[in-house]
């Protein structure tokens, strides 16, 4: 309306219908950007949601979507899965559940024949068991819990925070100084020294008609208005959510699936990974390919079909039954299909290949009691009893541990022989050679036991806590599980970008030192000592400030437990670093929650793993997390691109048009070409800089600091020198373009009108060729990879398109006339010359110190000496 009264309705209504447009076309853009973004959390969402979990469906377990769970299935549940629907529990052992997200209550809830029912959404706290589906979806009580709950999808990432902190800001300094110009317009135009075109004073005292010094007043207004359009960076939030929507959607096809969106970035600043070994750093590929049985070292396969019959049995016996895992044989015959984890599948195999018939062994005999697989104690057990009435308890788990726990042996005659010294000795040194060969030792024993020492009361026998001691030996197998591909060279980015990998695994020392060896993190024989290398029970046993000074020196921790690992971690954090760890059990959801970025694996990790995670590794691949790194940075990298590329335009027209508003009371950029320049250029930078994939460069530098400034010195030298340049030429052309395009003898109006234009168009221009400097802040060659990016190419192409389309068509929206080639031709060498003045800019050296922290010491300096 301010415009339209000036100007009359005629002329007026283009200025006031073009900034109509040009907001309404920005409000439909952010609109579609967010909605879409919206739609990206609704699918990632989905693919959280979507858990994969075995059934028994016709007597064979088959791997399916949560989402095609029915009722009637049966679902096998392990300690740290998710209860996928409503049901009962058909058969449990030592089985236990947290219900706090139906109940609220932290209390872990045991289950039995007494209270079999089951809740959807809780997770398995202890022990294993089997349920039937009894309810599934939306008819669950979790599926009516959440259908009256809408997820809140609007997380504000500490970046977003910070940077709308920066666009306040320097909104807050554009009204300022928008305010200041106001009243220096408004004291010239009414003390008189504000004139026309032809050299006539605007406002004489007692002479000027109201209606001109009003049409006077509005005029300074509109300058002001506009001043404050230059000023207020409206791209920046929209620049935030490109990058990080754009980011996600890429992370998630390099097989990470972004859970916190502050992952992101915070990735970025990582400086050390916590690694695990098995499935991250190796294939979980594994085999057997070593056993010490009968008192013997076995590597032929051939050999192991040789054993003699009780030692068979009993291995078979114990195998078949202490196991989560199962064996399934279609009926028609062919291969046996095998379930389980890594490490359980493959001592099933190796049974199946010793002669076990799985449903057979299983029938056999009745399970009484169960241990299940504990990562702190490393084993399990389980206690069975015969047909004829004979109790065996069955041990399985990490050599040195079930080894330390036996006091015979079975030999080859199936003797039971008591174990010496020299022969705990050969045991010891065959678990230490195969875990020298990067082989995961897992021993078996066991022991029977008096049926009469077994507690009857069903609730004294779930707490009954299975014999341990005085074992019998039956086997030593040795599983490789090699290194995957590529893993070598994934460490070496990590390092050579200023972030350490450290191993911590479960297993033996000796096994951990020698994949560590393989994957690179240990460089060489020499450094395979402690403090590089050390084993969970010694660091937990150091006092707090111990463990802070040798966290700095560990690469690799073997036999560690998850409470090592979160140790660890308080040790890193404290230190200063910014810690990324990767977790797939339930005990590691600690140091996954404590850990500054939480890595939890897709495949292999239990679903309270996943939910205490930041990111999760479709793929459980160490090249992914290095992946998540480059990703991390490049958000950082393109949102800086973006800031210097959206600070140099606002500095630039800023100062133009608050120099000429002073010196002469009227700007050659008005309103409407700032509002093409400032939402709907900036828009399109922010969609040009923000799909900038992540380059190898980026893995050449170190970590961003936490504290480190969103603009950084480089960014202030590119800057400073491209604003200074478009001003120095622009105000020239402003106060002296008449001349220079030799327009001194046209009409006064139309001049000014083809000077305006020109520094209209050479400003966008300038933009144009900002965008392309922007794209490689500390590199010469800003056209490095451009070709990588089409939608750079595509952008930059559309821009420049509209403009010309501007000038040609839209003039009288924009208050622009057409330029003639010369005109043209000095527009494009204006902004062309900015391109080589940034490779020169870049060989100008800059302080490493930030500039905040260099006047902040310059003026403690000065103080002190005086």
């Not at 000074?549 to 560990?554: A, D, H, R």
């Not at 969609?687 to 950084?712: F, N, S």
Request: aromatic residues 6%; negative net charge.
């Amino acid at each position: 309306m301010i415009l339209t009264y000036g100007e009359g309705i005629k002329e007026g209504w283009y200025d006031g219908g073009s900034i109509a447009f040009a907001v309404l076309l920005v409000i439909v853009v952010t609109a579609i950007s967010d909605y879409k973004q919206s739609l990206q959390f609704q699918n990632l969402n989905e693919e959280k949601r979507n858990i994969r979990l075995e059934v028994v469906r016709g007597g064979r377990r088959v791997e399916i979507s949560i989402y095609d769970i029915v009722v009637g299935d049966v679902v096998p549940l392990n300690i740290g899965d998710q209860v996928p629907a409503d049901g009962v529990l058909v058969s449990g052992h030592s089985f236990a559940i947290d219900e706090s997200s139906m109940t609220g209550e932290s209390k872990i809830i045991h289950k039995g024949s007494k209270d079999p029912f089951l809740m959807s959404g809780c997770k398995i706290a202890d022990g294993s068991g089997t349920m039937l589906v009894t309810s599934v979806g939306i008819n669950t009580e979790w599926g009516l819990l959440m259908a009256s709950i809408a997820e809140d999808t609007g997380e504000e990432t500490p970046l977003q925070v910070r940077l709308n902190g920066v666009a306040t800001f320097i909104g807050i300094v554009g009204l300022t100084v928008a305010f200041v110009v106001l009243i220096v317009l408004l004291a010239r135009y009414f003390t008189g020294h504000t004139k026309n075109p032809d050299g006539s004073v605007q406002f004489v005292a007692g002479k000027t008609k109201v209606g001109q010094a009003i049409d006077g007043t509005i005029k300074i207004i509109t300058v002001a208005v506009t001043i404050v359009v230059v000023a207020v960076p409206e791209g920046l939030p929209l620049a935030v959510t490109l990058t990080l929507a754009y980011s996600m959607r890429k992370m998630m096809a390099d097989k990470a699936l972004v859970r916190r969106l502050s992952a992101c970035e915070t990735m970025g600043s990582a400086t050390t990974i916590c690694s695990d070994k098995t499935g991250t750093l190796t294939m979980n590929q594994m085999t057997v390919v070593v056993a010490c049985v009968g008192g013997k070292k076995v590597e032929s396969p051939d050999s192991w079909l040789e054993l003699s019959p009780l030692l068979t049995s009993l291995l078979i016996e114990g195998i078949a039954q202490n196991t989560n895992g199962s064996v399934f044989v279609p009926e028609g015959g062919g291969e046996a299909e095998v379930s389980g984890s890594p490490t359980e599948k493959t001592i099933l195999t190796w049974a199946v290949k010793l002669g076990m018939d799985f449903e057979a062994v299983r029938s056999e005999s009745t399970i009484i009691h169960v241990f299940p697989f504990n990562s702190e104690k490393k084993r399990g057990g389980v206690a069975l009893e015969l047909p004829d009435s004979q109790v065996h308890i069955h041990w399985k788990g990490a050599a040195e541990i079930i080894l330390s726990s036996c006091t015979k042996y079975i030999d080859e005659n199936d003797h039971t022989v008591v174990m010496d010294y020299s022969k705990v000795n050969f045991f010891k040194k065959a678990i230490e050679d195969m875990a020298a060969s990067s082989l995961r030792c897992v021993a078996i024993a066991y022991r029977p036991f008096e049926r009469s020492e077994i507690p009857v009361d069903e609730e004294q026998l779930s707490q009954w806590k299975l014999p341990e001691d005085d074992l019998i030996l039956l086997a030593i197998v040795g599983i490789k599980d090699p290194c995957r591909p590529g893993v070598k060279e994934s460490v070496r980015l990590c390092q050579n970008a200023g972030v350490k990998v450290r191993m911590v695994t479960g297993d033996n020392i000796q096994t951990a030192r020698a994949i560590a060896l393989e994957c690179g993190i240990l460089f060489s024989e020499e450094d395979a000592v402690e403090p590089n290398i050390i084993e969970g029970r010694v660091f937990r046993a150091l006092s707090d400030e111990q463990r802070e000074e040798i966290s700095e020196k560990i690469s690799v921790m073997g036999r560690s437990s998850p409470n090592d690992k979160l140790l660890l971690v308080q040790a890193l954090k404290n230190r200063g670093h910014v810690v990324a760890v990767t977790g797939d059990g339930t005990n590691d959801a600690p140091a996954l929650n404590q850990a500054d970025i939480g890595l939890a694996m897709g495949i292999q990790g239990t679903e309270v793993a996943k939910e205490s995670s930041d990111i999760i590794i479709l793929d459980d691949n160490f090249a992914s997390v290095v992946k998540v790194v480059r990703w991390g940075r490049s958000v950082y990298a393109n949102i800086q691109k973006f800031i210097q590329f959206q600070l140099t335009v606002n500095v630039a027209a800023l100062v133009i048009n608050v120099a000429a508003a002073v010196s002469s009371g009227n700007v050659p950029l008005n309103a409407v070409q700032l509002l093409w320049v400032n939402l709907i250029m900036d828009t399109l930078g922010a969609l040009a800089l923000a799909t900038e994939p992540p380059t190898d460069h980026l893995m050449h530098r170190p970590p961003v600091g936490r504290r480190e400034p969103l603009i950084t010195n480089i960014m202030w030298r590119n800057l400073l020198i491209q604003a200074f340049y478009q001003v120095s030429v622009l105000l020239v052309l402003n106060f002296r373009g008449r001349s220079i395009l030799d327009l001194v003898h046209d009409n006064i109006e139309h001049a000014n009108k083809v000077k305006n234009t020109l520094i209209f168009n050479a400003f966008v221009l300038c933009q144009v060729f900002n965008e392309f400097n922007a794209r490689k802040p500390d590199q010469k060659n800003i056209f490095k990879g451009l070709t990588k990016n089409p939608l750079f190419i595509g952008i930059v192409g559309f821009t420049v398109v509209l403009q010309v389309m501007i000038i040609f068509f839209l003039g009288k929206f924009t208050s622009t006339v057409r330029l003639n080639w010369q005109q043209w031709l000095i527009s494009i060498v204006i902004a062309a010359i900015s391109w080589p003045l940034a490779v020169v800019g870049k060989l100008i050296p800059v302080p490493e110190t930030p500039l905040h922290e260099f006047f902040t010491r310059s003026r403690g300096k000065r103080n002190s000496e005086s």
